[in-house]
């Protein structure tokens, strides 16, 4: 029997059912449909510190702190798809985000500098992410990020959801083409995998 394809979804606003949840929703919603299991974190209600920049790495690419952020490591490694929703802050990702991005600093030096970990399970990335202006040097600001990460953790760069011009609570309903658009990734990540398989 096949297993479940498994996502794991990272909220990185510290707002809770503002746009960016709005839009991680509707993705979600139309991946449970299709069959997937989720796992979702709320960041800003997780107790965790940002990156120490241990002298005293364990060297395995694993990191030693013993925080919330030991929750999200396991399953990162089990999932089909990671999906970030953050909005922009000061022209890229949220500190909510870039805290647990910068969490991963050990898994980079064990992939790319000492050799000691190594991604067995390939994953589908989704970046989903709203701004109150229209800057698109912001959103590519924040892509630049989230790609470095996504290709720490193992993932493919697949799907971006950018909405701009989007600053109050629920102003994202007012654009049904991005919540859509959420829909649409959520069904496609789900159909892809069993194309592959």
Known sequence: MRSPFRILAVLASPRRGGNSEVLL??????AVKMGAHVDTFFLNSMKFVPCQECPDITGDGRCKLKDEMQKIYPLMEQ????????PIFFGSVSAQAKM?????????LGIYMLKTYKNNKRKQGVFISVEGSDRKDFFEN???????????VGASYKYELFCPGV?????????????KKARDIGRLLVENSREAG
Not at 79 to 86: H, N
Not at 142 to 152: G, L, W
């Open 100 to 108: 647990m991005i910068d969490r991963f600093q050990c898994q980079w």
């Open 167 to 179: 600053d109050e609570k629920g102003a994202v309903q007012k654009h049904p083409e991005c919540i």
């Open 79 to 86: 999932a089909d798809a990671v999906i970030l929703a953050s």
């Open 25 to 30: 929703n509707a993705c979600l919603e139309e």
């Open 142 to 152: 924040a892509r630049s990020v989230v790609k470095n990460f996504f290709a720490t």
